[in-house]
């Protein structure tokens, strides 16, 4: 008797069934997460500079608060997953010059930049969960939802990179990061894009993951 073999499990599955997934995204859930993290001191040492560096800038103490805000509502299992599934980057050297970028998979999901003496974020999202109709469309973003979800229309923007469904937005000051963080519409899609792309297999960025930065993510 012969038996079909199973397909190997990828991404956050192996973690998460689908339900424990949508329950994450919809917020009706608090996902058990590992209680030590998994590191490697060589990796650490090897931003330590870097993060001192960024630790002299003026946006520096903002920077660090709102990574924590996204990582701990917006990446699940973060310590379970930390590095082989999403990693944060330290001032990594790529010609827009952020300060810091979270990636996973193949995909940048949010990065942040300075912007004058403040702070400018970048999210990456699905473009059918910015739409009036919930369709890829690019003239059928909806504007007026975008407005609302900053402290000022002007602190808004967006553009179409690469890529299908896929959408992003620029936000600028602290007051409308936090706010935008704080839509829940806004949180439904983002963890829905960061989901998409860490359940596509292993992070192609582990080698720039900064460790120091990760501990702002994982403290508390």
Known sequence: MSTTPRRSTTGLRQ?????????WIEGKTNLHDADERSESLEQRFKYVARFQKLLRHPQAQEVLEILRLYGQNCIPIPRKT???????SCLPST???????????WMELFTLYADGEGIRARFLVHLSDFTM????AQGHVDEPFLEHCVTTPEDVGYFFPRGEDIFGINVR??????????TG????????????HMNRG?????ASHCYSLADHILEG
């Open 15 to 23: 973690f998460l069934d689908l339900e424990q997934q949508r329950n």
């Open 82 to 88: 930390e590095r082989h599934y999403w990693s944060v």
């Open 95 to 105: 010609s827009d010059k952020p300060l810091v970028r979270v990636n996973a998979s």
């Open 133 to 136: 109709d919930q369709s890829p």
């Open 173 to 182: 000051a602290s007051g409308s990061i936090r706010k935008f963080l704080a």
């Open 185 to 196: 519409r806004v949180l439904r899609a983002i963890r829905t894009f960061n989901l998409t």
């Open 202 to 206: 292993r992070n192609a960025y582990q």
